[in-house]
């Protein structure tokens, strides 16, 4: 069993500052990873995924991903209150399925 | 382009009661996925199917069964319901290849209440 641990939340931020989430995960095995970002009553989307360590970024959002201390991360600048959201982090080891976290709910002041 | 498609999108059963969520995909996808959805327990895979004419079971799927139809459709059945099964179901799908890092897209949902 792959465990994926998201601190559940809300984590509040006023508009514009840094929203910082956290994954932690028990398999070493783990290969790519992935965040989700789902807004309430709908599906999850696509945010970025990482495989390597380091940080990865994507306009606003930046990944980082820590093989060793077996953590990934997200960064949201510039937070917007269109980014109030629940984030999922998944993995994937080598097979052919995605294990997700609980997610953590941001809700970002206006 | 439509994605991954879900039918219904709501429904309403008695306990006791069987039916069949729909889940259809128009990308080319080898793999497919169906997830139940609680509050507080993020997304629990139910089955899962690797490629067209194989199935397997995920972390919860005492009470339902799968099928892969062909490449494009895959549907999960509850033949007796229970209130337990009461969830948002989310069909997802990806184009599955060794080591890499293909994200899963998913449908918009069927929200499925048992009385």
């Known amino acids: 069993q792959k465990e994926v641990e998201q601190n559940s939340g809300p984590l509040s931020v006023p508009e514009g500052a840094i929203a910082s989430l956290n994954c932690t995960y028990s398999?070493?095995?783990?290969?790519?990873f992935f965040w989700y970002r789902q807004y309430s009553g709908k599906s999850p989307e696509l945010i970025m995924f990482?495989?390597?360590?380091g940080d990865k970024e994507d306009g606003r959002f930046t990944a980082q991903l820590n093989k060793a201390s077996q953590y990934v991360s997200l960064l949201i600048r510039d937070s917007q209150p269109s980014d109030s959201a629940t984030y999922l982090c998944?993995?994937?080891?080598?097979?052919?399925?995605?294990?997700f976290g609980a997610g953590t709910t941001v809700t970002v002041r206006a | 382009n439509a994605g991954v498609t879900q039918t219904p999108k709501f429904q309403v059963l008695k306990t006791g009661q069987s039916m069949t969520l729909q889940c259809a995909q128009d990308m080319n996808h080898n793999s497919m996925y169906w997830y139940r959805q609680d509050p507080g327990m993020g997304l629990r895979l139910i089955y899962y199917s690797a490629s067209e004419g194989t199935t397997d079971k995920g972390e919860v799927p005492n009470g339902y069964n799968v099928s892969r139809l062909n490449k494009r459709e895959f549907s999960l059945r509850l033949e007796s319901a229970a209130p337990s099964q009461t969830s948002v179901y989310f069909c997802a799908s990806t184009q599955y290849r060794d080591g890499g890092n293909q994200p899963q897209h998913f449908g918009d949902g069927t929200r499925l209440s048992i009385l």
């Open positions: 990482i495989y390597s360590n």
């Open positions: 998944a993995l994937r080891s080598n097979d052919y399925k995605l294990s």
């Open positions: 398999d070493r095995g783990s290969q790519s």
